[in-house]
């Protein structure tokens, strides 16, 4: 919003001493990225803990094993794994016991699959704030996705005593592992983001999801190292964003294996590129969430 006078500075001609200027109010759309409004997040902070934390209440209320599951899911994906991978199949865990390897990726990755649900989801299943309550939009999506930090904090500790039992001793690498768990979540809001916005307007998002999650499992490097693709499709390997959250994790955690610059890279440049993209859309279509939820 901004303020003028007329072009010469003066009161029009005619005008008595105590006459005042007429004043002309010009509003303009907000442009580049001050128009996502980010600044506003830090202004709703006490709202977006709140809905974290409704969020993690929610979502243990009525179950019996509560925060149990944290601990069951990555487990009984580990036992599934070994027994079908490792030991019908012999999979190469690079001198780790495999069934170290196989939860040091699905540890990351069940934050990034469980976070992107919940986010796609967060405009609908908030429909009533959204429809009766102005608050910065964004803040559901980052809450419903922040709320499996907790998740996350419990299978790590998993993953840790898994690993005492197993005898993997822990290395300075272990000092990154917080850098690729953010990044993890990175990727979940970034295509959370989108498809919450999306979901709005087309409900085949909580259809298509899911099943596109299940095909991820089995593209990214989880159950397997990344080095046992074909050589030639190497290179695109970190076209796939979670592909270097899960091998930097895994080697974060266990000390085998460092992925590549360059997977790393390609992967943290897609998630950018697609959390810019996702931000623009979000924005350029809030002002209709109300009318159409």
């Known amino acids: 919003m901004t303020?003028?006078?007329?072009?010469?500075?003066?009161p029009p001609a005619g005008s008595g001493a105590g006459a005042v200027a007429p004043v002309r109010i010009v509003i303009r759309p907000a442009r580049g990225l001050g128009a996502l409004r980010l600044g506003e997040l830090w202004e709703y902070r006490e709202l977006l803990g709140?809905?974290?934390?409704?969020?993690?209440?929610?979502?243990?209320?009525?179950?019996?094993?509560?925060?149990?599951?944290?601990?069951?899911?990555?487990?009984?994906?580990?036992?599934?794994?070994?027994?079908?991978?490792?030991?019908?199949?012999?999979?190469?865990?690079?001198?780790v016991p495999y069934a170290v390897f196989a939860l040091a990726g699905i540890v990351p990755w069940m934050l990034f699959s469980?976070?992107?649900?919940?986010?796609?989801?967060?405009?609908?299943e908030n429909a009533n704030l959204v429809s009766k309550v102005y608050f910065p939009r964004l803040a559901l999506p980052i809450a419903a996705a922040s709320s499996y930090?907790?998740?996350?904090?419990?299978?790590?500790?998993?993953?840790l005593a898994v690993m005492f039992i197993y005898g993997v001793a822990l290395?300075?690498?272990?000092l990154l592992m917080p850098v690729f768990a953010l990044f993890a979540l990175l990727v979940s809001l970034s295509f959370g983001i989108w498809f919450s916005a999306v979901n709005v307007r087309y409900r085949d998002?909580?259809?298509?999801?899911?099943?596109?999650?299940?095909?991820?499992?089995?593209?990214?490097?989880?159950a397997y190292s990344s080095?046992?693709?074909p050589e030639q499709w190497q290179p695109y390997v970190g076209l796939n964003p979670m592909a270097g959250v899960v091998e930097g994790f895994r080697w974060s955690v266990t000390g085998i294996e460092p992925p590549s610059l360059h997977e790393v890279g390609l992967?943290?440049?897609?998630?950018?590129?697609?959390?810019?993209?996702?931000?623009?859309?979000?924005?350029?279509?809030?002002?209709?969430?109300?009318?159409?939820?």
Do not use: C, M
């Open 3 to 10: 303020t003028a006078t007329p072009e010469n500075g003066h």
């Open 50 to 95: 709140f809905l974290v934390w409704r969020d993690v209440l929610v979502r243990f209320k009525q179950a019996a094993f509560g925060i149990g599951w944290a601990v069951l899911q990555p487990l009984l994906l580990t036992a599934v794994l070994t027994i079908f991978l490792n030991r019908v199949a012999g999979v190469y865990s690079y001198g």
């Open 114 to 124: 469980r976070a992107l649900l919940t986010s796609s989801g967060s405009l609908v």
């Open 149 to 159: 930090l907790i998740d996350f904090a419990v299978s790590l500790v998993v993953l």
């Open 171 to 174: 290395t300075w690498a272990v």
């Open 205 to 222: 998002v909580s259809f298509l999801l899911p099943f596109a999650i299940q095909l991820g499992l089995l593209v990214t490097p989880i």
């Open 227 to 229: 080095s046992r693709i």
């Open 267 to 293: 992967s943290l440049g897609v998630t950018l590129v697609v959390l810019v993209l996702g931000l623009v859309y979000f924005r350029k279509t809030e002002r209709t969430f109300a009318d159409v939820i």
